[in-house]
């Protein structure tokens, strides 16, 4: 079993920065892809980033290329997400997730086995 702990969420305005982590516990992250997903209210989950078990490889949503940066510490078993110049719309609940497969950069949320419990964005306009 994993378990996964987000962190970093809060209120920020339009065009400041968050720094979301995921910490993981009861299995080494390593060896696991990881994404992180986020959910708006009446919207489904929908992929952010992902990145691969080494860290090398990485994928965004075109939404968020360019202001999100995804990246990995093995040896912290944490997974991070640099989110700057935010926008009202990525106002959403942030989940991490990890997946076994070790296929390469999976983007859809049901590819994915461990879920954190999430944590809010809002960003203010």
């Known amino acids: 079993q994993v378990q996964l702990v987000e962190s970093g969420g809060g209120l920020v305005q339009t065009g400041g920065s968050l720094r979301l982590s995921c910490a993981a516990s009861?299995?080494?992250?390593?060896?696991?892809?990881m994404g992180w997903f986020r959910q708006a209210p009446g919207k489904e989950r929908e992929v952010v980033s992902v990145?691969?078990?080494?860290?090398?490889?990485?994928y965004y949503a075109d939404s968020v290329k360019g202001r999100f940066t995804i990246s990995r510490d093995n040896a912290k078993n944490t997974v991070y997400l640099q989110m700057n110049s935010l926008k009202p719309e990525d106002t959403a609940i942030y989940y991490c997730?990890?997946?076994?497969?070790?296929?390469?950069?999976?983007?859809?949320?049901?590819?994915?086995?461990?879920w954190g419990q999430g944590t809010q964005v809002t960003v203010s306009s």
């Open positions: 009861g299995r080494i992250l390593s060896r696991y892809g």
């Open positions: 997730a990890a997946e076994t497969s070790g296929s390469y950069l999976r983007r859809r949320p049901t590819d994915y086995d461990y």
């Open positions: 990145i691969s078990w080494s860290g090398v490889n990485t």
